[in-house]
């Protein structure tokens, strides 16, 4: 007696064709056999976007933002030869910025309301460490730090061309 064997192809296509059953019965059917138009044959759709937006505007109770701007003396914003660090007291969580510093401004964008640490250290030794507490809540805050000693890109270029003048 022979018995017929299946080839590598017909176990193959078995197999693929049970599995696309298997999976077309899980897509795209969210359970609900109700007329897809609604009860009145408008579209659902309307809806969940209003309660998805009306979602959204309840969930913005996070912090604001924290910008720190960074200057010398003379007003004269730093941004170069600088580095700013935001730390979230009782928290070992902080935000390091050195490039992103851009006219003197960094805006740090917070996940926690609470009491920040912001320290502007410089990277090349030109002035001495800043330090600066506040608190964030939902609303966005701002702080200045005076960086004694810093010289600004601008004066930095001036001096440079003054020297090779003489």
Same mark, same amino acid.
């Given at each position: 007696?022979?018995?017929?064997?299946? =080839?590598?192809?017909?176990?193959?296509?078995?197999?693929?064709? &049970?599995? &696309?059953?298997a999976?077309? &019965?899980? $897509?795209?059917?969210?359970?609900?056999? $109700?007329?897809?138009?609604?009860?009145?044959?408008?579209?659902?759709?309307d809806?969940?976007e209003?309660?998805?937006?009306?979602?959204?505007?309840?969930?913005?109770?996070?912090? &604001?933002?924290?910008?720190?701007?960074?200057?010398?003396?003379?007003?004269?914003?730093?941004?170069?030869? +600088?580095?700013?660090? +935001?730390?979230?007291?009782?928290?070992?969580?902080?935000y390091?910025?050195?490039? /992103?510093?851009?006219?003197?401004e +960094?805006?740090?964008?917070?996940?926690?309301?609470?009491?920040? =640490?912001?320290?502007? @250290?410089?990277?090349?030794?030109?002035? /001495?460490?800043?330090?600066?507490?506040?608190?964030?809540?939902?609303d966005?805050? /701002?702080?200045?730090?005076t960086? @004694?000693? $810093? =010289?600004?890109?601008?004066?930095? @270029?001036?001096g440079?061309d003054? @020297?090779?003048?003489?």
């Amino acid at each position: 007696m022979r018995t017929n064997r299946l =080839t590598r192809r017909q176990v193959s296509v078995t197999l693929a064709t &049970g599995l &696309g059953i298997a999976l077309a &019965g899980c $897509a795209g059917d969210d359970g609900d056999d $109700a007329d897809e138009n609604g009860e009145n044959g408008e579209n659902d759709d309307d809806e969940e976007e209003e309660l998805d937006e009306e979602d959204l505007e309840g969930e913005d109770d996070g912090p &604001g933002s924290l910008t720190v701007h960074l200057e010398n003396e003379d007003g004269d914003p730093i941004s170069e030869g +600088v580095e700013v660090t +935001v730390d979230l007291d009782d928290d070992p969580m902080s935000y390091t910025y050195s490039q /992103e510093i851009e006219d003197g401004e +960094v805006t740090v964008s917070l996940e926690d309301e609470g009491d920040y =640490t912001v320290v502007a @250290e410089s990277t090349e030794d030109e002035f /001495e460490s800043v330090e600066e507490d506040v608190s964030v809540g939902e609303d966005d805050e /701002e702080v200045t730090l005076t960086l @004694e000693g $810093a =010289t600004d890109e601008e004066e930095d @270029e001036d001096g440079e061309d003054d @020297e090779d003048d003489e």
